[in-house]
């Protein structure tokens, strides 16, 4: 049961147009949602966070929108660059009232490739 | 700063055999989190460590994986017996203060078992 889906497995835009990767999740008890990036042979790194009770957070040229009603959050990003190729991974934190278990539940990734 | 640090960072073995993980997280960091990640797949955490406590192992297998966090800094990570099916990368991470959403991972181990 995939609580977190990132439903495209690649993108691909040209430099300097923009990225829009996106992510759905079927539960209400995440209190955060996460963007992380991975380069090959290297662990994830934290990108962009955004809280359950905002709608849009912006960092730079990374922006993250999140839609509560659709269960639905995507990363912006703009303008593109070739650095940006990586895979993303979204995740989610479940919230105060999972007590100890609040683990961190990741989706499937979404590789993109920014050509120049 | 000094990041994440983890040996080896390839491992080969054949089923049934043994095999051990090192982590070194970050200085001062008080949470550490084993990851493994399946090709294709998002990291699955394993197990996390408040100190030297267990927080969280409600996805370790236990009847063949072992962990530990002496000392409340470095830690192990053991498969024994391996299966085919524990190919994966072994991720750790680790973070200042429990369940923190913004965790620093290290490179990563990929265990291939033949």
């Known amino acids: 049961d995939q609580q977190v889906k990132q439903n495209s497995p690649s993108l691909s835009v040209q430099e300097g147009r923009i990225s829009i990767l996106n992510c759905d999740y079927t539960?209400?008890?995440?209190?955060?949602f996460l963007w992380y990036k991975k380069y090959p042979a290297e662990g994830p790194t934290f990108l962009i966070s955004i809280s359950s009770i905002k709608d849009k957070n912006e960092d730079g040229r990374f922006t993250v929108f999140l839609n509560k009603s659709a269960k639905h959050l995507s990363l912006h990003i703009v303008p593109s660059q070739p650095g940006d190729s990586a895979v993303y991974f979204c995740?989610?934190?479940?919230?105060?009232?999972?007590?100890?278990?609040?683990?961190?539940?990741w989706g499937l990734g979404t590789s993109l490739a920014v050509n120049p | 700063e000094a990041g994440v640090a983890q040996s080896p960072r390839y491992k080969i073995i054949e089923k049934r055999q043994s095999v051990a993980f090192w982590c070194n997280p970050i200085?001062?960091?008080?949470?550490l989190y084993w990851y493994q990640q399946i090709l294709g797949q998002g990291p699955k955490l394993l197990i996390q460590?408040?100190?030297?406590?267990?927080?969280?192992d409600s996805q370790l297998p236990k009847d063949r994986f072992s962990a530990e966090r002496l000392k409340g800094v470095d830690s192990t990570l053991k498969i024994q017996p391996a299966k085919l099916e524990d190919s994966a990368v072994y991720l750790c991470a680790s973070s200042p203060g429990s369940f923190s959403y913004e965790q620093y991972f290290g490179p990563g181990t990929r265990l291939t078992v033949t």
């Open positions: 539960n209400s008890m995440f209190d955060y």
């Open positions: 460590f408040q100190n030297n406590g267990v927080v969280d």
């Open positions: 995740a989610a934190r479940w919230g105060p009232n999972a007590g100890n278990n609040r683990k961190l539940i």
């Open positions: 200085s001062g960091h008080a949470t």
